[in-house]
């Protein structure tokens, strides 16, 4: 069965700081990975996704290890927009017909 | 932005009543999914379409469940003899081609069943 685990959090966070969520997968033969968010009731909307050199975009990097099956997002400069949870998604396949697999979430909180 | 767009985005049925769910993809988009989310819980794959046929589909996707592309430009999913289960939210993506691109999602119709 294929699985994609997260730390839930809440991570509560002051405006401005540095947070690191990370995840792991099951399945060693996944090909493409992506970190969504979503809002509270709202449908989840693509960050970023995750390439094997690592990936940086504005205050945004992640990071993967296919030896460990690890994923990682970085927020640098956390603003309060940033608040929501980060979903950690798996693609197992190089083609279009296979489902995204989704990690619960881990949910952020940004404290003024 | 082009969007996914889906109606209705609150659906409230009766329990053992049929529901018709409605998406229409980006228009130049290839793959098409369905997902649902269960209040507090992952989003979860239901099924894949491509070329007026499921692709994949996931365990959840019982006889309970179908898709149809029905005029090129809508995708529906129906459940027949809905369930207090399957009350949820059903979000439906789209991917511009065989390839491992990011999927794109709609907002999601929140399915109510009482």
């Known amino acids: 069965r294929k699985e994609v685990e997260q730390d839930p959090g809440p991570f509560n966070v002051p405006e401005g700081a540095t947070v690191a969520f990370n995840c792991t997968y099951s399945n060693s033969a996944s090909q493409s990975f992506f970190w969504y968010r979503q809002d509270c009731r709202k449908e989840p909307k693509l960050l970023m996704s995750v390439y094997s050199s690592g990936n940086e975009d504005g205050r945004f990097t992640a990071q993967l290890n296919r030896a460990s099956q690890y994923i990682s997002l970085l927020i640098r400069d956390s603003k309060l927009s940033d608040s929501a949870t980060y979903l950690c998604?798996?693609?197992?396949?190089?083609?279009?017909?296979?489902?995204?697999?989704f990690g619960k979430g881990t949910h952020l909180i940004i404290q003024p | 932005e082009p969007e996914v767009t889906q109606t209705p985005s609150h659906q409230v049925t009766q329990m053992g009543q049929e529901v018709i769910l409605r998406c229409v993809p980006i228009s130049n988009h290839l793959y098409f999914y369905w997902y649902r989310q269960i209040l507090g819980q992952k989003v979860e794959f239901l099924v894949s379409f491509y070329n007026n046929e499921i692709s994949e589909k996931s365990e959840i996707f019982d006889d309970q469940f179908s898709v149809e592309r029905p005029d090129g430009s809508n995708f529906t999913l129906k459940i027949r003899s809905t369930k207090l289960e399957d009350s949820a939210m059903y979000f439906c993506a789209s991917n511009p081609s065989y390839s491992n691109q990011p999927q794109h999602f709609g907002d999601g119709t929140r399915l109510s069943i009482l």
């Open positions: 998604v798996v693609l197992d396949s190089g083609g279009g017909a296979d489902g995204l697999t």
